[in-house]
């Protein structure tokens, strides 16, 4: 009983919010007021005209569909061969590389930003979608490692031998044998790299001052105080900014629990 008490107020906690803003796209400022948690009395799309007419809007929006289209491949291409490697090496190797990789985890973004910011500096990667697209794929590289890996461990040596008995190196075994088999752990990565990076505020807002170069979260922020009290035009632009992540959750979602799931548990 006690555990459905806590999933029911866990769930009004998160459905509360995301109906508030769905249903606030659609009201006017005085309707939103009136009654910030009901329904609209007279609904309209006059918001989502003047969110996807803002020409800095798409131009935004692009940005952030190129860092994210470039950087969740990269990341998964670099991390599933750092877990292939992982699960093939001698233990010590294998222990030692993904202790590494783990520490990633524990250190926080916020110990490190001034030694990024002088070293993008220096290399003029600063206002660069390029530079934007190497922090976050090296940010997010533990994470991509440390799913990918826990599935690979599970992985039957017997896969690995039938391929070198077939004469296969290590890069065909790679690309024949563990990525096909990988395919629901590398489909989970993939939506947990969307989501990080899709929604990555601190490295553009660290990196990037020109307004041509901005990303959909940072220009959500000036947006929010160009319109501080129009709340219906703000609840729009996080509405337009979170769909390309529930598109690509619905394409994904059949893979997301197995994914995570299936390097749980071993044998």
């Given at each position: 009983?006690?555990?459905?008490l ?35 009395t007279?609904?309209?799309?006059a918001n ?33 061969l750092?877990a ?42 600063r ?22 890996a ?5 992985l ?17 075994t ?25 929604n990555?505020?601190l ?43 529930i ?20 044998g």
């Open positions: 009983m006690s555990r459905r806590i999933l029911a107020i866990y769930t009004l906690l998160i459905t509360v919010p995301i109906l508030v803003i769905v249903a606030g796209s659609f009201r006017t400022t005085r309707d939103l007021f009136a009654a910030p948690f009901g329904l609209p007279d609904p309209t799309t989502y005209a003047t969110v996807l007419g803002e020409q800095d809007l798409l131009r935004v929006l692009g940005n952030s569909v190129l860092v994210v289209s470039v950087s969740v491949p990269a990341t998964l291409l670099l991390g599933s750092t292939f490697a992982v699960a093939r090496l001698p233990k010590w190797p294998s222990t030692l590389l993904f202790g590494v990789f783990a520490l990633g985890l524990a250190v926080p973004a916020q110990a490190i930003m001034i030694p990024q910011y002088v070293q993008f500096e220096r290399l003029g990667l206002n660069s979608l390029t530079g934007l697209i190497l922090v976050d794929v090296v940010v997010t590289l533990p994470v991509a490692v440390f799913i990918l826990g599935f690979m461990r599970t039957p040596p017997e896969l690995y031998e039938a391929a070198e008995i077939d004469g296969a190196g290590p890069w065909a790679f690309r024949r044998i563990a990525v096909p088999v990988s395919y629901p752990s590398l489909a989970a990565t993939a939506i947990f790299l969307l989501v990080m990076h899709w990555d505020l490295y553009p807002l660290l990196f990037i001052d020109d307004p041509a170069k901005r990303t959909l979260p940072l220009a959500l922020l000036d947006f929010q105080g160009e319109y501080l009290t129009d709340y219906p035009l703000l609840f729009t632009g996080v509405v337009v900014a979170s769909l390309p992540m598109l690509a959750y619905a394409f994904l979602q059949r893979h997301f629990v197995a994914g995570i799931t299936a390097g749980a548990v071993k």
